[in-house]
């Protein structure tokens, strides 16, 4: 099977990217399957971005894919503005997309309500990141809840695609983690984590220090009532702790019910699901660490674009002939 998945280098990922966006999943998921892992920095310049911080983002982001345990020997890893393709085939999908479906996805709807101008990319991202999935011949996209939208027009196109002009394009499926599918902000848990939450308590963050967890944890709002039970729609805040605590070992919900029964938050519970999480960033850190300044991570990027461009490049080779653009070169005369 072929496997798909990218991620803005907007800022350091969250412990909700790691667990709920399906990161950690892909580890496994390498082993027995073709994957392509992308660094979707175009996507990025849909909202204005300081261009250094742009950068520096785009490397920490693909050293943290590499430190979580993606392999660039098993997997292809690259950089989107790296593979031209992705911008060439997002402009075609374009021409097959309709201003009423794009208008009515719900990110647009939320990050342009109430703005004197909104940016014509934003309305248009959807197109390239089916082209991104498209051009691999992608049979499953594994991602967080809030893409799913953007997933079904994906389907929808390649099959309008296919229908019009030439079936070229595999319909890929929709792959939702059922552990952890949705990480919430520690600070208000109805809502979810986010990378871009002003409230830096809200959210743990892949980088942050041991301390940094552990205050973040130990001030998580929860309730009165010293229950530790998972009930979603009346105790919100134990329920996430849970699924963060259940993403970072293993357990079950109802072992870590039993577990901790009758001994309230603020000690050992909280204490406890900081250490986990720590236990589960530490090795990531300190890969990170030994990559993010290196060569080996630049020869490693490298050789995935080199990848990612051939594979690419076929794909869109075959879409421009089924929409008849370029010339179609006659052999010369001997």
Same mark, same amino acid.
């Given at each position: ?12 990922? +969250?412990?909700?990217?790691?667990? #709920?966006?399906?990161? @950690?999943?892909?580890?496994? =998921?390498?082993? !027995?399957?073709?994957?392509? *892992? ?99 011949? +992608?049979?499953?996209?594994?991602? #967080?809840?809030?893409? @799913?939208?953007?997933?079904? =027009?994906?389907? !929808?196109?390649?099959?309008? *695609? ?173």
């Amino acid at each position: 099977m072929k496997i798909f998945s990218g991620i803005q280098p907007s800022g350091t990922l +969250t412990l909700g990217n790691y667990l #709920g966006g399906a990161m @950690k999943h892909f580890v496994d =998921l390498q082993e !027995d399957n073709q994957c392509y *892992f992308c660094v979707v920095d175009e996507h990025a310049i849909t909202v204005p971005q300081d261009r250094m911080a742009l950068r520096e983002n785009i490397r920490s982001l693909a050293a943290l894919y590499i430190a979580s345990g993606i392999d660039p020997a098993k997997s292809v890893l690259f950089i989107q503005s790296e593979v031209p393709a992705h911008t060439q085939l997002g402009w075609m999908l374009q021409t097959v997309s309709y201003i009423g479906e794009l208008e009515r996805m719900t990110q647009f709807k939320d990050k342009s309500r109430g703005k004197d101008a909104v940016s014509a990319g934003l309305l248009t991202y959807p197109p390239l990141m089916a082209a991104d999935i498209l051009l691999y011949n +992608t049979d499953i996209v594994p991602v #967080g809840e809030d893409q @799913k939208q953007h997933l079904e =027009l994906t389907r !929808d196109l390649a099959q309008r *695609f296919n229908h019009r002009y030439n079936d070229i394009f595999t319909v890929p499926e929709i792959s939702i983690p059922k552990v952890g599918a949705r990480i919430m902000s520690l600070q208000e848990p109805t809502k979810k984590m986010s990378k871009s939450d002003i409230n830096q308590k809200a959210s743990i963050f892949m980088l942050d220090t041991e301390k940094q967890i552990e205050k973040k944890i130990k001030s998580a709002v929860t309730d009165s009532d010293g229950i530790v039970k998972y009930d979603k729609e009346n105790k919100p805040g134990v329920s996430n702790l849970l699924t963060i605590h259940a993403g970072c070992t293993g357990e079950t919900i109802a072992e870590l019910e039993r577990k901790f029964e009758g001994k309230g938050y603020g000690g050992e519970f909280k204490q406890e699901t900081a250490n986990v999480v720590n236990n589960t960033l530490q090795p990531i850190q300190e890969r990170y660490s030994q990559l993010i300044e290196s060569e080996e991570l630049d020869e490693l990027l490298d050789q995935g674009a080199d990848k990612a461009n051939f594979d690419a490049n076929k794909m869109l080779v075959k879409a421009k002939k089924a929409m008849g653009l370029g010339r179609v070169i006659k052999k010369k005369k001997k």
